[in-house]
């Protein structure tokens, strides 16, 4: 059974710092590709970083800079370091891997940005 357990989630003002965190059990996250995603409310989900088995990784282009994706493989763990934080920012943020078959979503984690 796969579980994605998200957390670190939470308010942060403007210009604050948050880690997101994304536990796997039940798949080995190291083998595929990890994304993180953010959904604004009224907005379409988005990609907003992925981390890939080689380890290299994308951003979209409104969090280069700001944003880091990381892997830790002895915790099974991938997270999304958030610094800069703006308002746009906004939003429930989801963790999801990609199998040859199936990508396995979590159950996402909500950030807000307050000024």
């Known amino acids: 059974q796969v579980e994605l357990v998200e957390s670190g989630g939470g308010l942060v003002q403007s210009g604050g710092s948050l880690r997101l965190s994304c536990a796997a059990s039940g798949i080995i996250f190291s083998v595929y590709k990890v994304g993180w995603y953010r959904q604004a409310p009224g907005k379409q989900r988005e990609l907003v970083a992925a981390?890939?088995?080689?380890?290299?990784?994308n951003y979209v282009d409104s969090v280069k800079g700001r944003f880091t994706i990381s892997r830790d493989n002895a915790k099974n763990t991938v997270y999304l370091q958030m610094n800069s934080l703006k308002l746009e920012d906004t939003a429930v943020y989801y963790c999801?891997?990609?199998?040859?078959?199936?990508?396995?979503w979590g159950q996402g984690t909500q950030v807000t940005v307050s000024s």
């Open positions: 981390i890939f088995r080689g380890g290299s990784t």
């Open positions: 999801k891997v990609d199998t040859l078959g199936l990508g396995y």
